[in-house]
């Protein structure tokens, strides 16, 4: 008879969570971890990952595999701009691991906004900027605008429902007849910020 002195692996380390947006109906997270640093005396079998229903209610089960498996896309029931607390346990013989645990908020930065352009003009005192939302929020609700006026983002808070802005601080920014300034805009979320627009 052999007997096997083990106890359960130590927990699996660098846990990462990503959101993965293929469309907003069916957002997904891609959960990755790396080894147990100990397996404390007998090979790891594999790795068990749990979500919870994204209000911190009860743990499921959403993965149990082989220890040559270091990543899950998780597709079931995840919703836009939820919650999820996730964790992954590693086990053997001897039973299952402590989990290392993350949370991630579903959700991507949007994309860019559209059509940013001017709709009017009075020289050395103000010009008004307008333009659309974004085609995709990144499934996240938007937070703000910002806009980057000759490469310095603006300290002006342009709320997530405001498309228009007029700039009435040419003047002190090189704004008199005769000379240039170039405006951007991009988009902040809970999960960042999206790339600038196209320069004006």
Known sequence: ???LFANVPTIPALLTLTSIVPSIEYPQILATWTTSISSNGDSILGFKLYIDDGEGGDYSKVFDGTSDAYFYVIKQDIKCGVVYNVKVTAFNSAGESLPTLQRLRVGIPSSVPLFLNMTSLVPSTSLTLAWQAPFDN????LI??????NGVDMVDVIGPNQLMFVDTHLA???????TIISYKLKTVNYAGSSQYSEIL
Not at 138 to 141: R, S
């Open 172 to 178: 002190s920014a090189g704004g008199l007849v005769g």
């Open 138 to 141: 990144g499934c996240l609700p």
């Open 144 to 149: 703000s605008y910002v806009l980057n006026k």
């Open 1 to 3: 008879m052999t007997i």
